[in-house]
């Protein structure tokens, strides 16, 4: 990494500071451009994207101080070195507050220079290696549910495997009180296995690949797929699911996708629905947009979680209510809504319930008759 | 009574694989491979009539290295294939832009885990009735 060509930018409105500077790093191996203003110099640095840049802290124009900033907005990985006429603490230490790495009191020395230049590049290497680390935990913990439930879903393939063996072997030798243990078992299992595969197939969404297969979607297919789907769990609960589609609200998607997006928000608005509350999802053509809405009169999202919900594995408080699960759903949802070039909204009332928006581009050519859900298909006012 | 077919099981999985081969063992001669390179020799040392395959052995996909070499393979590619997989989508998810079931070999077909015994023993006859008919089977 040593041997690597590097580029350093020098920002200075005198030109004699330029010169000499230029002259100190000839030789060097590095790539050196400069400018003397910080206009031009920030044009510079966003096409040119240096690995360590001197910033003059006054210039005409605009300030050292605004260049510091605007540099750390463009590229946080990047080292800036101020040069400062008058070396006093203060003027030092706000140019640190605004991201400066350290700097340099003029007049210098052509080592003292020389010698922040290698600083300036070691620590550029340092904090691009930290950038990478940190990309890479994060890609880490975004595959973190498919790894785990892949693991998860081998053993109880295993044992779902292995009871099919033994139920099928003890037919007929044992009572059945004990074959219905067996099968209720096996259920149970095959019912863990079905929520895992859910997992798996919504994180093994190949994002750029479910675009390709995207085709128009009346959204009312989706909706009552996902409203039937939930209908178990609210009819448990006493929770009435109304709908109200416009048939007309079609959009350009993955049918499969977008039945999981609006799944896991009903069933969400169902698990934190009080005893005989009640749902009501609505979808209608706004303008460019289809807008679809999900408000539960339930026990509300406080304030200071609103901003966390759509982030994997994050549970409200609300869960100590008796309701359960991995915090995925919400997460899987914005991802599907953004592959489709939506996004997805919350707002709540704590103690009087929660409503979700996803908004989606709407798709405009006539509605292909066949393979399309027909409109009339639409469940308007179901209720469990 | 004509001679037992002979299946080869190739799954890291030793329970999932006792599992199946309880189920198999009643109608076929089964042997097991627990790991890609034993299945290997064993498909170039022996002769089978039907492969079970799982395609998600070790970290990755070595069972599908182990398909790409059947397929290469003159005389193994035209043997009957039945792949197990934990879960159909991870075919895709592994073969980005193709159809859910790829095709390894001219005779095939999937299966995901865990594997209904019916199920299995009607695919797994299916798939050796298919072999036959592609072409008789060769005089020993």
């Known amino acids: 990494m040593n041997a690597e060509r590097r580029r350093i930018l020098l ?6 500071v330029l010169d000499s500077c230029l002259a100190i790093l ?11 203003s910080g206009e031009t110099g920030l044009d510079m640095a966003r096409g040119w994207q240096p690995d360590l840049v001197f910033v003059d802290l006054k210039m005409p124009g605009i300030s050292g101080l605004e260049v510091l900033d605007a540099l750390r907005e463009l590229d946080p990985t990047s080292v800036s070195i101020v040069f400062t006429g008058f070396a006093t603490i203060a003027s ?4 640190m507050q605004h991201g400066a790495y350290d700097f340099l009191a003029k007049p210098f020395t052509p080592d003292e220079f020389r010698s922040m230049v290698r600083r300036g590049l070691t620590q550029r290497e340092l904090l691009v290696e930290r950038a990478a680390l940190l990309r890479e935990r994060e890609t880490l913990r975004e595959n973190f549910a498919a790894i785990v439930s892949h693991e998860l879903r081998s053993p109880l393939a295993a044992v779902q495997q292995n009871l099919f063996v033994v139920m099928a072997e003890l037919d007929g030798s044992i009572g059945d009180a004990q074959q219905e243990r067996l099968r209720r078992m096996s259920a149970r299992i095959g019912d863990l296995l079905v929520l895992v595969n859910r997992w798996l197939r919504s994180f093994s969404i190949d994002i750029s690949h479910m675009r390709e297969g995207f085709r128009p979607v009346a959204i009312s297919g989706p909706i009552s797929a996902a409203i039937e789907s939930a209908q178990a769990e609210a009819v448990r609960k006493a929770v009435a699911i109304a709908g109200d589609v416009d048939p ?4 350009a998607g993955d049918e499969g996708a977008l039945t999981e997006a609006v799944l896991n928000v009903i069933g969400n608005a169902v698990k934190y629905s ?3 509350g ?7 053509r706004r303008d460019g947009t289809v807008e679809i809405s999900v408000a539960d009169s339930g026990v509300g999202i406080p304030t200071a979680d609103l901003p966390w919900i759509f982030d994997a594995f994050y549970r409200g408080q609300a869960g100590a209510s008796g309701a359960s699960g991995a915090g995925i759903g919400l997460a899987l949802t914005r991802r599907i809504v953004e592959a489709h070039g939506g996004h997805i909204t919350a707002s709540s009332d704590p103690g009087q319930g929660s409503v979700f928006v996803i908004e989606l581009p709407a798709f405009d050519a006539p509605v292909p008759g066949p393979g399309a859900a027909p409109p009339e298909q639409v469940s308007k006012g179901a209720s469990g | 009574m004509t001679e037992r077919k002979k299946v080869l099981i190739v799954d890291d999985d030793p329970d999932f694989v006792a599992g199946i081969r309880a189920i198999l063992d009643r109608e076929y001669d089964t042997t097991v491979a627990y790991n890609p390179r034993d299945g290997w020799d064993a498909l170039k040392s022996g002769r089978y009539d039907l492969l079970c395959l799982d395609i998600m052995m070790g970290r990755g996909a070595e069972g599908v290295m182990l398909a790409r070499k059947i397929r290469r393979d003159r005389e193994l590619r035209e043997m009957p294939v039945l792949i197990i997989t934990g879960l159909r989508e991870q075919i895709a998810f592994l073969f980005p832009g193709q159809a859910v079931h790829p095709g390894f070999v001219p005779v095939d077909e999937l299966v995901e885990k865990p594997v209904e015994p ?3 023993l009607q695919k797994a006859a299916a798939l050796i009735a298919a072999r036959e008919a592609r072409q008789p089977a060769r005089v020993p």
Do not use: I, Q
């Open chain 1, 248 to 251: 007309g609200a079609v959009v």
């Open chain 1, 92 to 95: 030092a230490v706000e140019a």
């Open chain 1, 278 to 284: 009640r749902v009501v999802v609505s979808a209608m």
């Open chain 1, 274 to 276: 009080r005893e005989g």
């Open chain 1, 26 to 36: 000839e030789g060097s191996g590095h790539e050196v451009a400069f400018a003397s």
């Open chain 1, 11 to 16: 920002v200075d409105d005198e030109a004699v």
């Open chain 2, 118 to 120: 019916d199920l299995l």
